[in-house]
């Protein structure tokens, strides 16, 4: 059973990413409050997503069934390309793209009715769910509802296809060159008709515009991957930075607390002393009466004094 910790998590990557920082920091602050340092720790580890990953963590969180599907597709995938199955590959590869798009809908829809000004980068989200369906752990870190940036799988093309080429169970005929008959199951394996000098000039062509595709899509990739560690290390520093910067808003507020019970202390012990003054002032002015009236009387007294 998930515990409290477990379910404010979920509510942060729940909640449109512009608001995690703040989230986190008040849900750090409350655990701290609270003596539980451990939850703090781990509060203060998370990360806040992106956009793109935020949209695929409601998707999780929300419609988990949605994520099976595209799980238990990409396992029949798998054991259609481990088969050579090409219409089996074909059914599948026209039902991903179906499916794909009905989960970025979904998720595009939770996070509009989340946050109907958000601009949505839904391409990205697409990536991250094509990613899922090729690898088992990018399937894995979806599940979890708690991505921090989208995913991409560099390897994931058109499903592959399996080489044209017949497969009978009638014997070879003598003579066959070996490198062109493979066993299968038992049968032979008889490769059609080599192709013309245009159709092997045409497919060089594309080999080689796809290698070259390839390699700058490699290059891409290595470029964008070390702009992604390099941004890391500075959301590291900037979160980092932010936790010590909350630190010290968290100490000013206590010296601030301390400062504003002493102020009241020192504004009741003004108002004792103004009220003992104006005592002080009724009592001397009165003193100062009684002297007149006295002084008065003598010297009365001593105007009517008898020769």
Not at 200 to 225: G, T
Not at 272 to 292: H, M, S
Request: proline share 4%.
């Amino acid at each position: 059973m998930p515990s409290a910790t477990d379910d404010l998590i979920q509510r942060l990557y729940e909640s449109p990413p512009d608001g995690f920082v703040a989230a986190r920091t008040a849900a750090i602050a409350d655990a701290r409050k609270a003596g539980d340092r451990a939850t703090a720790k781990r509060l203060a580890a998370l990360k806040k997503p992106t956009v793109a990953a935020w949209v695929v963590n409601l998707l999780a969180l929300r419609r988990p069934e949605l994520i099976e599907e595209l799980v238990e597709l990409s396992t029949s995938l798998r054991e259609a390309q481990r088969g050579l199955d090409g219409t089996a590959l074909r059914e599948l590869t026209n039902q991903r793209r179906q499916v794909v798009s009905a989960l970025v809908a979904a998720a595009g829809k939770l996070a509009r009715a989340e946050e109907p000004s958000i601009k949505l980068p839904l391409g990205e989200v697409e990536a991250t769910l094509t990613a899922a369906l090729a690898e088992p752990e990018i399937a894995a870190q979806v599940r979890t509802g708690r991505l921090i940036r989208s995913a991409t799988y560099a390897g994931f093309g058109e499903v592959p296809r399996p080489r044209l080429r017949l497969v009978t169970d009638e014997a070879a005929p003598d003579g066959e060159d070996d490198d062109e008959l493979e066993d299968d199951e038992g049968g032979e394996v008889v490769e059609f008709p080599q192709q013309s000098a245009r159709e092997r000039a045409a497919a060089e062509r594309r080999r080689r515009e796809f290698e070259q595709r390839r390699r700058e899509l490699r290059r891409e990739l290595s470029a964008a991957q070390a702009a992604e560690r390099r941004a890391d290390e500075q959301l590291e520093r900037a979160e980092k930075a932010e936790r010590d910067a909350g630190h010290l808003v968290e100490d000013l507020d206590a010296e601030l607390a301390e400062l504003e019970r002493r102020r009241t202390e020192a504004q009741a012990d003004v108002a004792r002393r103004k009220q003992a003054r104006r005592l002080a002032e009724r009592e001397t002015a009165a003193a100062r009466r009684q002297v007149g009236d006295v002084q008065a009387a003598l010297e009365d007294l001593e105007a009517d004094e008898p020769d």
